[in-house]
């Protein structure tokens, strides 16, 4: 899908070729960056993993903390205009809910009194940086002149006042750690057994074969439902409910991996270097491991780019239902667990909001993907 | 298959089998179930039998009576309860419907995208086309139920959202009124269930088309003067919609789990939701039911589409 490329620079890049000889990660490389959509899913992927990483610091707040008074408080409106002018630097309001005395619904009414302006750098909640060091510095806060401090819901707050804008924060670090974790496990097994499933071939191949298509039998989403509700129903812990997700889903998804390495394996396992390495007496899994699997080292970053959007879609709607990701531990799916029924997502429209990071998060790693792909292999056209 | 099948319901039932909190303790506290019934199921599953037992019971009333359990939750046959009150005909409509919708719209786009390749039209197209792919049905789901009822205020117009009728017409005799309402009700499904569909159809058949537009027999037909329209569609797209028609069976199970969450989203009638009732309230064997049901569906999909693929092109021989 090289649409991007324009025809002269592809002369330019042609010319230059017969001068510079370039590696292939280069190579890989170049292409790459002629990709302008990829590019773009790049850099979104790197800024969505940046912000997982530096959650806390990010995140104004503590995700578990509940401020009970800012129930369902509408996001922050962030001002640069009052009644003395402009102001470069934007600022908030403090809220205050209030119940209307006949119906008992909550409105949140504005004092205009004070400026709270937003300030970067602010100490906050105290937190683990990386898990190393204590501090309380966070990204940005809302404070007024003399110090004093207004709440700040970029996003708006949930039902128990907790700042949805933390926890997307938060949660965005279970959304996407879930793909790379699950491509961890199914790329050992996948690569061990499709790749003696393609290099041997015969009655080992058709055993591993048949066991595979047994997984690839087993619908999807459903059995992951019940795999979740077992899960769930035990009464575990969220770490081991979040790892037990982890491995219901390299379970479903390894079969499907594995046959495809094993068609890679079948078509390179013809190649003369092959044959090279075995008169040269490299043992069988010398070979695939050393010789082949190297071979197809950028076909599987491509395959593990392209897996991980299914991935945190599977979680998103597993833990959507009910059936993944739990309470305390919280993800984008989990997040939108709260918008399950119509009446609340009229009365609270920002509680869909976390769905905007799965679309954009699923849409980078898409583009990357394909962007890798075409990289890879500029001779496919799908 | 039925080898596979079988293997399929053995690691299902192992896996609900782990399940805690088991249905007996449910039925114990239900006043309408006497210990009499209790009873009876009791000697008849072989609840407070070890695993195998269970399973062989449970096993051999399907090969003998074709007898797939009872429903705890309302005491009927397990086919009963996934499958009636037209469950499984909704089901059916449901996913034709959108698949039929899904070809419709994607092939032509595909080959307006192919014969356009690289203009403006084209990259939009396949923008569009990766966003459905990225939405979350679910997700798409409640943005749409959003969108009718906050925005548009649909509640003002006597319209409700979710299900498939309004409740003044249920139950009410099919009248073109009715129809509307189906329609209103029914196309929210076709259009969170096929967007994510949409995608990789129109991708499969833009690089079908371009790889068979650039194959020397379109030349020779463009080279004998034919008229491009002529070359593209009676030479070029017949040939290039061939690998696509396996994509047509493959499709099957996907439209299946992918109208899963939807249909529990949009509160539609289907088997998936019923599954997911099932699985709510632990109800074993309708669980299983509904795993067997959507296994071989799976089966019944990969099956089709290889006979497909063989029947349109003669050069593929199984066996």
Redesign the interface.
């Known amino acids: ?1 090289a ?1 991007f490329r324009k025809k002269k620079e592809l002369e330019k890049e042609m010319g230059k070729r017969e001068h510079v000889s370039l590696s292939q990660g280069q190579m890989i490389w170049r292409a790459f960056r002629k990709h302008r ?1 990829g590019n773009i899913g790049m850099v979104i992927v790197l800024i969505l993993v940046v912000s997982a990483v530096f959650a806390e610091f990010v995140a104004p707040y503590s995700y578990a903390d509940q401020y009970n008074s800012y129930s369902f408080s509408p996001p922050s409106k962030l001002h640069s205009r009052s009644d003395d002018g402009f102001s470069l630097r934007p600022f908030v309001y403090k809220t205050t809910r209030q119940f209307d005395r006949v119906t008992y619904t909550p409105t949140f009414v504005v004092d205009t009194s004070t400026k709270y302006y937003i300030r970067l750098f602010v100490r906050g909640a105290e937190y683990k940086m990386l898990g190393l060091f204590k501090t309380n510095v966070h990204l940005f806060g809302a404070r007024s002149a003399d110090g004093d401090e207004a709440m700040i819901f970029l996003l708006g707050a949930d039902g128990y006042g907790r700042d949805l804008f933390t926890r997307t924060m938060i949660g965005g670090r279970i959304s996407l750690a879930v793909g790379p974790l699950v491509i961890l496990i199914i790329f050992p097994i996948a690569i061990v057994l499709g790749g003696i499933s393609g290099y041997y071939g015969g009655g080992i191949d058709m055993f591993l074969q048949r066991f595979g ?2 997984f690839m ?7 992951l ?3 979740g ?2 899960l769930s ?2 009464g575990f812990p969220a770490t081991i409910v979040f790892m037990g997700i982890i491995a219901a889903l390299a379970i479903v998804s390894w079969a499907g991996m594995a046959r495809i390495i094993r068609g890679q394996f079948l078509a390179i396992r013809q190649m003369d270097f092959v044959a090279a390495a075995k008169a040269a007496g490299s043992s069988d899994i010398r070979i695939i491991l050393r010789h082949i699997t190297p071979n197809i080292t950028s076909y599987l970053i491509v395959a593990a780019t392209l897996t991980i ?1 299914g991935m945190m ?1 599977t979680e ?2 597993l833990s ?2 009910g ?1 993944g990701i739990h309470e305390p531990m919280t993800s984008w ?1 989990q997040l ?1 667990n709260a ?2 029924n ?1 009446s609340g ?2 009365e609270h ?1 920002w509680l ?1 909001i976390p ?1 905007i990071f ?2 954009v998060a ?2 980078a790693f ?2 990357l993907g ?1 962007a890798l792909r075409d990289a890879v292999d500029p001779f ?3 | 298959m039925l080898p ?2 079988i ?2 319901s053995i ?2 039932f192992g ?2 089998q ?4 088991d249905y007996l303790t449910r039925a114990k506290m239900n006043p309408q179930i006497t210990q009499k019934t209790l009873n009876q199921m009791m000697a008849r599953y072989g609840l407070d039998k070890p695993f195998h037992v269970q399973y062989w019971l449970w096993f051999k009333q399907i090969i003998t009576k074709g007898d797939f359990g009872t429903s705890f939750e309302t005491m009927r046959p397990v086919y009963w309860t996934l499958f009636m009150g037209d469950r499984f005909m909704w089901t059916i409509i449901i996913a034709s419907t959108t698949m039929l919708l899904t070809w419709l719209i994607a092939i032509p786009l595909g080959i307006y995208s192919a014969t356009h ?2 203009k403006p039209s ?2 939009t197209l ?2 569009f086309g ?2 459905g ?7 798409f789901a ?2 749409v ?2 969108v009718l ?2 925005i548009f205020k649909v509640g003002n117009y006597g319209l409700g ?2 299900g498939l009728f309004d409740n003044r017409f249920i139950g009410a005799p099919w009248s073109t009124a009715k129809f509307w309402n189906l329609l209103w009700h029914i196309w929210p499904a076709w259009l969170v269930i096929g967007t994510s569909g949409m995608a990789g159809l129109l ?2 058949m ?3 088309l ?2 068979t537009l650039s194959l020397q027999y379109v030349q020779t037909a463009r080279a004998k003067g034919l008229n491009e329209r002529v070359v593209i569609y009676k030479h070029a797209v017949r040939n290039a919609i061939n690998p696509l028609v396996s994509m047509l069976g493959m499709s099957l ?1 996907g439209l ?2 992918g109208s ?2 939807t249909a ?2 949009l509160n539609l009638p289907t088997v998936e939701r019923a ?2 009732s099932a ?1 709510q309230a ?1 109800d074993t064997y309708v ?1 299983m039911g ?2 067997l049901f ?2 071989l ?3 019944v999909g990969n099956l089709l589409a290889d006979i497909l693929l063989a029947w349109v092109d003669p050069r593929i021989r199984y066996g």
Do not use: C, K
């Open positions: 899908m649409w959509l298509e047994v039998a087993i619908p999807g989403l459903p059995i439902l019940v795999m509700a077992a129903g035990f959007p879609l998103a709607a959507f239902l059936y799916g939108l918008a399950t119509i997502i009229e429209p869909l769905g799965i679309v699923v849409l898409n583009f394909d496919t056209i799908i | 596979l099948l293997l399929v690691i299902s896996l609900i782990v399940m805690p909190g390749q690289y084209d990259h396949t923008f990766f966003l792919l990225s939405v979350p049905n679910f997700f409640l943005v139920l959003w009822v906050a959202v979710g991708r499969y833009r690089g079908s371009l790889d199970p299946v789990s899963l969450v529990i989203v599954f997911f699985l632990q669980i509904g795993l959507f296994s569906f799976l089966l």
